[in-house]
């Protein structure tokens, strides 16, 4: 069964970095569309980025694109969320998903068939 563990989260001034880590077993990152979310209490779920299974090709939302950068590593079968120049509004519980299908036009949490239990990242002003 696929499981996918999220782990590098934690407490970050405001123009900081942090990367999140995402590790999968039961899939490979090749085979799969692999994105990020986040989630505030109150909130939905907002789609972050996306890293396409076989060309590549990366989306993100509007909110973080230029500060965020997605990315795979084959080998080890991990999936990367840098995150620089950190804002407040950025605190959320982040989440690592994928599905074995082709990547949505939207990063929408219905395209994604496989989640982990999330981490938490906590940006301070």
């Known amino acids: 069964q696929v499981q996918l563990v999220e782990s590098g989260g934690g407490s970050v001034q405001a123009g900081g970095p942090l990367t999140l880590s995402c590790a999968a077993s039961?899939?490979?990152?090749?085979?799969?569309?692999v994105g990020w979310f986040r989630h505030t209490p109150g909130k939905d779920r907002e789609g972050v980025a996306q890293i396409y299974r076989v060309s590549g090709n990366r989306d993100y939302a509007d909110s973080v694109s230029g500060r965020f950068t997605i990315s795979k590593n084959n080998a080890n079968n991990t999936v990367y969320l840098q995150m620089n120049s950190l804002k407040p509004e950025d605190t959320a519980i982040y989440y690592c998903a994928a599905d074995p299908g082709l990547c949505p036009r939207r990063i929408l949490p219905d395209g994604f068939r496989y989640w982990g239990r999330g981490t938490q990242v906590t940006v301070s002003s």
């Open positions: 039961g899939y490979r990152a090749s085979s799969n569309c």
